[in-house]
Every structure is written in structure tokens, then in C-alpha cells.
């Protein structure tokens, strides 16, 4: 079979429905949270936005038909992504953090735990978010060093049919929730034993947001991302049914990797789209401005090889990411090499493009004449955060590398990988 890049007439659908509601919309984020130098604020700000993203469907887009979603594929998620978040990465942010929280709970929970947390993401999407609780205080890199001393130090302990948990996460996506008092749910990354390495003891756990001992505790004040929620977390003597553990306690180093290669390959999306921001901001700045010559700008043979090495690298972007959520998909989600490799390669081939793109228009690109400043401040996240690429992304890939069955064509060839 050959090798086709076309999409269906239903991936076109979506792609022009998703391009039309971030026109419509979702262009009116920027000046909503404009001049709200609160953080917090600034999230709760885009409440309304969000809404009309979950009456639009893409809320349901997140859980499969058969608890009441559309499950759309992460393909296909990947298609919306880069349309929405080339007008704003703030609220479909947001969205795909809800995602993230619930990877654990798609991935990992059992019929009873699916059917308990996900119709009411279905049937009160427009103000239910979802968590994943997983960065420590002290960095997360480490969650799974074998050095029972080090990594994760939020601790559940099992007292008779409950888990009794206590930690303190922060930079957790969504966790105040739209009320500031929390999130609907969270899926919190733990320990279940601080005396036995992650490979006995790291395990996740579904909290509803209404437990008690859940404290917001402060939110973090991010250079871009300006409206997205990044909140500091402690959960003391949080209880929950014992009922409440996804798989067994050594299983969470498996979730965080299969959850988190889930955003990667989306993250690829959203970079693309950023990075198609900043070009057709700079073509139309190159097509218009004379900068005092006698033509466009466009016009002179510098401005336009650098036009034309912006445009190759969002399609290359774009062909990788479509390739790695393919590959997941077909994969079942154990295809997790190729998502890694586009959150790694896309993220920072993004902060390259945009700051090409301000070479190119110059120093009105540093101002609020233009957006491309804005741009920069959301694209030095990609890099950063979800896992970083250097703390744990690129040591996924190395750790992958280091199997002794490992196929460097496995991936390419969209074979599943070797265990």
C-alpha cells in the first residue's frame, strides 16, 4: 500500500471546523486576559472560552463512544490541535491538560473506574477538568530512579480500605479547577512505600477533587502561557477508596510514560501551530512593508530563503507529528518513541522558527505591534514543561536506546516496539 498523507473528508471536516471556532472564538482570548496581572484571574478569565470549546465538542473528543464521548483518535486530535492553538495555546492548553489527567484513568483503570470517572467529563464537560498531579516540589525528572531516598516523596498509605496521601506537587495543569478550590479529579503520582524503589512502589491514584485535605496552596506566574492554570498543590491526609489505585502499585512508571507519550505527540500539534502563527504573521509583514525601500520587503532574496526555511520546518513539524500519532494509535499507545522524538524535535524547532520569524520582521517584533513577542513567551515553554526535554525526555529515548531488543526501524516502519 502506498504511503498517503491525504485526509478524509472527515479529517477535513474537523480541521475546518476546528480552524473556524479558533477564528471565532478563540481570537478572543488575547484581549480578554490582556491587562489581568493576577494568574489566577487570568485562567478563570478564559472560563467562557472554554465552554464554547466543550459545547463545540472537543471535550468529548477526549473519551471513547462508549462512555458517552466521541473518542476521537489522537490523529485526529492532533488535527484540531494545531488549528486552535495557532490562534491561542492558552485554552486548548487547558483542554489537553484534561486529557493528560484522564490518560491514567483510559490507559490503566478498570470497567468499574471508567465507568465511576469519565461520563461526567462527557455530561458536564463544559466545567469539569481534569489533573495529573505530578510534579514534586523538588523536580520530577527523577520519578523513577531506583534510589528509594530520592524521586517521589508524595506518600499513600494504605489504612483498611482506604489510601491515606500526602505530598506536595506543583506546576499541576488544572488544579485549582475553574472555582479555585480544585480540580474534578486528579490523578496523582505516589509512592506507596518510601522504603522500596519505584519498580515496587510508584503508583497512580484517581482523587476526586472534593476530598478533603486538598490545599491550594498558591499559583505559578509563567512567562507565557499567560492563562493557563499552574497551580501549588499539597494534599494532607487526602483519603480515597483503596478501590481508587490504577493497576498495582509498581505500575506508575508505565503510566506516567504511556500518559505522557500521549501529550507528546499532541504537543508536536500545538507547536506546529505556533510556529504557523509567527510564518504568516512574517510573510504578511514581508508581502506589506517596504521598511522604506522601494518594494516589499518580500521582494529581496534574504527575506524570502528565510521565508521559505520557516515554511520547511512547520512541514516537516507537521509530517513527523501526524507519523508519531499514527504510530501511537496503531501501536495501541505502546509506540512511545516517535512522540517523544516530536515533542523533543518540534518544541525546539518552534523557539527557532519564532525567533527566525523576529529576525526576519525585526525590532517591531518586540513590541505589542506585533504578536510574534507573545509567541516567543508561549513557545519557551514547549521545551520546559510536560516532561522536559532534557530532564526526561531525552533519558526516555536513552533509556529506550539501551534495550538490549531494541529496533531502530521499528518505529519508522510502524512496527510495534520490542519489549
Known sequence: MAI?????????????????????VLGGVRSAIAKIGDPGERFYATRPFYREMARA????????????????????????AEELAAVDVNVPTTLLATGLGLQPVLRYGNEEQRRRFLPDFVENGEDR??????????????????????????????DGDQWVISGHKHY??????????????????CRTDLGKPPQDSLAVIAVPGNSEGIR???????????????????????RVPAANILGRPGDGAAI?????????????????????AAFECALGFARADKRSGPVPVIEYQNVGYMLAD?????????????????????????????????????SELAVQVVYDAMRLVGIDSYTDMQPLAGLMQ??????????????????????????PGYDPMAAAEGRPPTR
Not at 478524509?8 to 474537523?14: A, G, P
Request: aromatic share 10%; charged share 20%.
Open 310 to 346: 520557516l515554511k520547511m520546518r512547520i512541514e516537516a513539524a507537521r509530517y513527523l507529528t501526524w507519523k508519531a500519532c499514527h504510530y501511537f494509535d496503531s501501536t495501541g499507545g505502546a509506540g512511545e518513541e516517535l512522540p517523544i522524538i516530536t515533542k523533543v524535535y518540534c
Open 57 to 80: 465538542g472537543f471535550a468529548k473528543s477526549l473519551i471513547p463512544a462508549e462512555y458517552g464521548g466521541s473518542g476521537l483518535s489522537t490523529l485526529d486530535l492532533a488535527l484540531a
Open 129 to 158: 477538568l481534569a489533573a495529573f498531579a505530578f510534579t514534586e516540589v523538588t523536580g520530577g525528572a527523577n520519578y523513577d530512579s531506583p534510589d528509594p531516598s530520592s524521586g517521589v516523596r508524595t506518600f499513600a498509605r494504605r
Open 4 to 24: 498517503d498523507f491525504t485526509l478524509s473528508d472527515q479529517q477535513r471536516e474537523l480541521q475546518a471546523q476546528a480552524r473556524a471556532f479558533a477564528r471565532s
Open 216 to 238: 491550594i496552596e498558591g499559583m505559578i506566574d509563567t512567562l507565557g502561557h499567560r492563562a493557563v492554570s499552574s497551580p501549588r498543590i499539597r494534599f494532607d491526609e487526602v
Open 256 to 276: 506516567i510514560s504511556r500518559s505522557f507519550a500521549w501529550t507528546a505527540a499532541l504537543i508536536g500539534a500545538a507547536c506546529t501551530g505556533v510556529m504557523r
Open 172 to 189: 499541576t495543569t488544572n488544579g485549582t479547577g475553574w472555582d479555585g478550590k480544585g480540580a474534578h479529579l486528579y490523578t496523582v503520582i
Open 378 to 403: 508561549d513557545v519557551l515553554a514547549f521545551p520546559l514543561y510536560d516532561g522536559g526535554n532534557m530532564g526526561v525526555r531525552r533519558r526516555q529515548l536513552h533509556a529506550l536506546f539501551r534495550r
